[in-house]
């Protein structure tokens, strides 16, 4: 595995997730035309609550990344698997059923040229960073590096953005910012509440969906 289990990634409703990612990407034994791999997302603070993912790439998508290897692949199959927590897709049991996971040209916009998990304005990427900060604070982080490239694909925001996001957060006293890297205050770490309602209500929302399909 590539991926760094102890990394969190923070979906927009507000979930903490730590991926792991079983690499390579396989070719499907079953014919179909797409390659696999196995993915396995923790929801932190939920006792061990995972949803386990096959993550199918269609040859189309294939075609337009320079490899499959982790370097090339990884930061979009994160980012699709955190948009299909967004969508409700997958579910957070104690024995989870391994989903599929379509990574097909819905990620990847052919008129653009580009990858695309949706546009996030000026409001959704301060709220993403006050988030993030404050459970990667929680998670033992005291340094956090806000031009992360990944997130910064899946908010569809230029690194500058993030950064003057950032610096009006750090105006505000929410956060501590150094150059490039970020650190909680206690103005942050004062709102822990809202922070871990919008945790539950996310988690909620998601269980109450799969409910409702189960009948």
Do not use: C
Not at 30 to 51: I, M, N, P, W
Not at 61 to 74: C, G, I, Q, T
Not at 143 to 169: I, P, S, W
């Amino acid at each position: 595995m590539s991926t760094d289990q102890n990394q969190l990634w923070i979906t927009l409703s507000g979930l903490p997730l730590r991926i792991a990612l079983e690499w390579p990407y396989k070719k499907s034994v079953s014919g179909a035309d797409f390659y696999v791999l196995h993915a396995t997302l923790t929801l932190e603070d939920s006792g061990g609550l995972q949803a386990t993912a096959a993550v199918q790439l269609t040859l189309t998508v294939a075609e337009v990344l320079p490899s499959l290897e982790p370097r090339d692949s990884e930061a979009p199959t994160i980012n699709t698997l955190r948009k299909a927590v967004d969508a409700k897709d997958l579910e957070f049991m104690k024995n989870p059923k391994r989903v599929p996971v379509p990574f097909n040209t819905r990620r990847w916009n052919l008129k653009r040229q580009r990858w695309d998990f949706g546009v996030a304005d000026e409001a959704t990427v301060s709220r993403f960073l006050l988030r993030n900060l404050y459970w990667q604070s929680k998670a033992g982080v005291t340094r956090f590096h806000v031009l992360n490239a990944v997130d910064a694909q899946y908010l569809d925001t230029a690194g500058e953005g993030m950064l003057a996001a950032a610096k009006k957060l750090a105006d505000e006293g929410m956060i501590r910012l150094e150059g490039e890297y970020a650190m909680a205050t206690p103005a942050l770490i004062a709102r822990r509440d809202e922070f871990e309602r919008d945790r539950r209500a996310a988690q909620e929302a998601l269980e109450k969906k799969h409910a409702f399909e189960r009948g």
